[in-house]
C-alpha cells in the first residue's frame, strides 16, 4: 500500500465521501501512518480475483501496437488489416460476456464471513477476433518460421525498406539478404514429412462405427471427420467429412457436437410434395427444396429447424425474388427486365444488358423494345459476374 505524505494538487480533487474511500482502498492508499506505530484491526477482507486476458485488438488499437514494435508504415497499416479480414484470419464482431462467481472472504469483530458475488466477464465489442484457419495458421507459421515471425526481425526489415526508399541501401541487396535466410526455410518446411497436421485435434471415438473423430482444416474451412484415409487400400471406407457451423470451433467443440453434424443433411418434411433438406455447405446452413437453395439464418439451427420455419423460410425467398422482376414475356420465357443494384437491367440468354437511362419507365418496353436494346450492345454486354455457389 501507500501512504501520501503531500497532497500538493490532489486536495483540490479529493472528496471525502464512500465512494471514493473505498475506490482508495481498491487502489491500495492507507491512511497517514508513523513509523512504529501500532495499528489496531478493524477488518480484513480477501477478494477473489482472476487473471484478466490481454483485450483483444480493435482496428485501431492494433494500428497503434504495430506502430509501437515498428511493424508497417502508415500507408502499409490499412492494406494491411484489410487482407488479414479478406483472407478470414480474423473476423470484426461482437462476443457475449459470461457471468462468473467469485468469493469475498471478511474478518470482522473476530467473525469469518464468506459471501460469493457475480461478475460478467469477457464481453467484447466491435474487436478482431481470430478465426479457426487464422489460428491454424498462425500456429503453422509460428512452428516453422519462428525467427521469420519474430517482430524484431520485422522491424529490421522495415528499417532497411525505409533505407531502400532514402538511397542509402541498394534493393537486390536487401532483397538478397532476406532471401538467403528465407528461402532454405521454405525448402526445409515442404521437405517435412510428418503425420500430425496442424490444427487437426482428435476428438475420440465414433461409437457407430468405432473409426476415430477428428476436427481439422479443410479445403474450404474446418470440417469434422470421422475414419482415416487408406491410399494403399481402395477398397477400404472412405472418411465422412462434415463443416462446422457457426459458433463451433476447432479448439472447443466436442466429440458429441462433432458427431450430431453428422446428422446432416436431413429431411424436415416435405412441401407442395417436394421434400425439403436442411444441410451446411460452403457458405452456411440452406435449406433445398425443389432444386433451390434458401439460406438459414443465425437464429435457427439446421440440426432443429421445422418443417413450418422452412416453409416461411421457402416463402419469404421467392417473394424477396418475385419483387426482383419488373416484367416477364410469355413469348420468350428468357426474356426478363430486372431490378438490379445499378437500376433496371434486361437479362437474356445469362447475358445482363443495361437500359438506357432515357427509358423512365422500364415496364412499358415490348419484347421487340429489349431486342433492340440488346442489339445495339452488340457483343459488349453489361454481363454480370457469376460465383457457383457450391455445396
Known amino acids: 500500500g501507500e501512504v501520501i505524505s503531500f497532497e500538493g494538487f490532489l486536495q483540490a480533487y479529493m472528496e471525502s465521501n464512500d465512494d471514493e474511500v473505498e475506490k482508495e482502498q481498491e487502489n491500495g492508499l492507507l491512511p497517514p501512518v508513523k513509523l512504529h506505530e501500532v495499528l489496531s484491526l478493524k477488518d480484513i477482507v480477501a477478494t477473489e480475483r482472476f487473471t484478466q486476458r490481454p483485450p ?27 487482407t488479414i479480414q479478406n483472407r478470414e484470419y480474423v473476423v470484426k464482431g461482437d ?17 469469518i464471513k464468506e459471501t460469493e458475488k457475480t461478475e460478467m466477464v469477457g464481453a467484447d465489442r466491435n474487436k478482431l477476433m481470430p478465426t479457426d484457419i487464422g489460428t491454424v495458421v498462425n500456429d ?26 532514402e538511397g542509402e541501401l541498394v534493393w537486390t541487396k536487401a532483397i538478397d539478404k532476406f532471401y538467403k ?3 532454405p526455410i521454405v525448402e526445409a518446411t515442404a521437405a517435412v514429412k510428418t503425420e500430425h497436421k496442424v490444427g487437426e485435434r482428435q476428438l475420440g471415438i465414433d461409437p457407430k462405427s468405432g473409426n476415430p473423430v477428428f476436427v481439422k482444416i479443410g479445403r474450404y474451412g474446418p470440417v469434422v471427420q470421422i475414419g482415416v484415409a487408406h491410399a494403399d487400400d481402395k477398397e477400404a471406407p472412405k472418411p465422412q467429412f462434415a463443416s462446422l457451423m457457426k459458433g463451433l470451433s476447432i479448439d472447443t467443440i466436442t466429440l458429441e457436437e462433432a458427431l450430431k453434424l453428422f446428422d446432416l443433411p436431413r429431411t424436415v418434411g416435405e412441401y407442395e410434395g417436394k421434400v425439403m433438406v436442411a444441410a451446411v ?5 440452406f435449406i433445398r427444396h425443389d432444386g433451390k437453395f434458401v439460406s438459414i439464418p443465425k437464429d435457427l439451427n439446421p440440426l432443429t429447424i421445422t418443417a413450418e420455419e422452412a416453409i416461411a423460410l421457402i416463402d419469404g425467398k421467392r417473394e424477396k425474388d418475385e419483387q426482383r422482376f419488373i416484367k416477364k414475356f410469355e413469348e420468350d420465357p428468357e426474356m426478363e427486365i430486372l431490378k438490379g ?16 437511362k432515357t427509358i ?8 421487340e423494345d429489349c431486342k433492340k436494346i440488346i442489339a445495339e450492345a452488340g457483343e459488349k454486354p453489361a454481363t454480370k459476374k457469376r460465383v457457383a455457389r457450391k455445396k
Open 56 to 82: 483483444r485488438y480493435t482496428e485501431a488499437s492494433l494500428v497503434r501496437r504495430l506502430e509501437e514494435l515498428g511493424i508497417g508504415r502508415p500507408s502499409t497499416y490499412a492494406p494491411t488489416i484489410q
Open 95 to 111: 462476443k457475449e460476456g459470461v457471468e462468473r462467481t467469485y468469493t469475498i472472504i471478511s474478518l470482522s469483530k473476530g467473525k
Open 140 to 165: 503453422f507459421l509460428m512452428e516453422y518460421f519462428p525467427d521469420v515471425l519474430d517482430y524484431n526481425f520485422t522491424a529490421s526489415v522495415e528499417k532497411e525498406f525505409d533505407s531502400v526508399a
Open 181 to 183: 535466410i528465407f528461402h
Open 281 to 285: 455447405g460452403r457458405f452456411g446452413p
Open 341 to 356: 443494384r445499378f437500376g433496371p437491367y434486361i437479362s437474356y440468354q445469362k447475358a445482363n444488358y443495361r437500359i438506357p
Open 360 to 367: 423512365t419507365d422500364p415496364a412499358s418496353l415490348t419484347l
